[in-house]
């Protein structure tokens, strides 16, 4: 199979709004490969940090962004995890200052462009799930099927205030909704690949879905597509 023909579902949408959890479910389901693409803006974002380097230091961040190797696999347990240069950086890439400097520097077009080829190469058979913002619109355009999520700010800073909880973080929700439209904001008005729905993308809304009920709707625009196919 060519690297061109292995089949990508793209699911992009803003933060909070379960493409992480449905990605991953349906990655399982359809034992498909994986690619967390924020995952990688965020372990940028922390090898620059480590590194002392400014957030705007376009020439510092390429030299990074072409050199670190980023991957994800599961844990003993079949957990999810995510390696930088081999470390295991799950954690520590999930604090709201790393997704807030990882939302800043996916602002830079040329940190963008030094991205795509890293994101691209997990296109690998039998397929990819690619979870992030612009999947669809620029990473895999050829996508089979393109999904964009959605859901109320509500429910996302919701949702986060409850992932937070059980991962035994404090926090209060006010200011998880602040952060969350501030990211939608800076996501959404950036010059580059903005988060936009693909022109042919499905709209997801998941306010008061279950996860259950949103894999399943997901699942099924695969088949649909893939009988039409055949
Ligand atoms: O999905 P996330 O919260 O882990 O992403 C962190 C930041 O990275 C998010 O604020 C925007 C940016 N991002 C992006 O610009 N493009 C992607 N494909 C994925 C993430």
Not at 77 to 106: F, H, M, W, Y
Request: hydrophobic share 45%; proline share 5%.
């Amino acid at each position: 199979m060519r690297n061109a023909e292995v089949p990508v579902l793209t699911l992009d949408g803003p933060s909070g709004a379960g493409k992480g959890t449905v990605a991953r479910r349906v990655s399982e389901s359809l034992r498909w490969h994986l690619l967390d693409s924020g995952a990688i803006y965020r372990a940028l974002a922390l090898s620059a940090e480590l590194a002392g380097m400014a957030m705007d230091d376009v020439p510092a961040l390429l030299g990074i962004a072409r050199t670190m190797v980023v991957d994800f696999r599961l844990d003993e347990r079949g957990r999810p995890q995510v390696l930088l240069d081999g470390n295991d950086v799950t954690k520590v890439i999930r604090s709201e200052t790393c997704g807030k400097q990882a939302s800043q520097i996916a602002a830079l077009p040329a940190v963008r462009g030094a991205l795509l080829q890293c994101q691209r190469a997990f296109r690998r058979p039998p397929g990819l799930v690619a979870d992030g913002r612009d999947m669809g619109t620029v990473v895999f355009p050829d996508a089979l099927v393109k999904i964009y999520l959605m859901a109320s700010v509500e429910e996302r800073a919701h949702r986060r205030y409850k992932q937070l909880m059980e991962q035994g973080v404090s926090g209060n929700i006010a200011p998880i909704l602040k952060e969350i439209e501030a990211r939608d904001l800076r996501d959404s008005t950036r010059s580059v690949s903005p988060l936009v729905p693909a022109p042919d993308a499905v709209i997801l809304e998941t306010t008061g879905k279950s996860v259950e009920a949103v894999v399943s709707i997901v699942l099924s625009q695969i088949r649909q597509r893939s009988d039409r196919m055949l």
